[in-house]
């Protein structure tokens, strides 16, 4: 799934662009953020109810953006350049896309 690629792209080229001194910020909020999008369509679909499963499902979509918030100020810092930017801007958006389809998919079911 596209929320996986997103997970992997930001432990892969973002994270060892950042210097030591973001280790205990920005570095731990992109972790956790990035995480959080898969582990909570797991723990949504593991669940017993559907409206339940959407839940974690927009708390997944919540980390999404929270990613692209935090893609945009290493950006802005200059600790990554626009090609990569771009990159990863695309992928959250080809995430979210699928996400939301999915979303709306589970909610027909309830």
Not at 28 to 54: D, L
Not at 70 to 88: F, R
């Amino acid at each position: 799934m596209k929320c996986r690629d997103v997970k992997l792209f930001f432990y892969q080229k973002i994270l060892p662009l950042l210097p030591k001194e973001e280790k205990f910020n920005l570095d731990i909020q992109i972790r956790k953020a990035a995480i959080s999008i898969t582990s909570n369509i797991s723990e949504g679909y593991g669940r017993f109810h559907y409206q339940e499963g959407i839940q974690y499902y927009r708390i997944s979509r919540g980390s999404l953006f929270e990613l692209k918030d935090h893609l945009i100020s290493c950006y802005d810092i200059g600790y990554i350049h626009s090609e990569i930017k771009n990159e990863g801007e695309k992928l959250i958006e080809s995430a979210k896309i699928i996400l939301n389809g999915y979303i709306n998919f589970v909610k027909k079911k309830t």
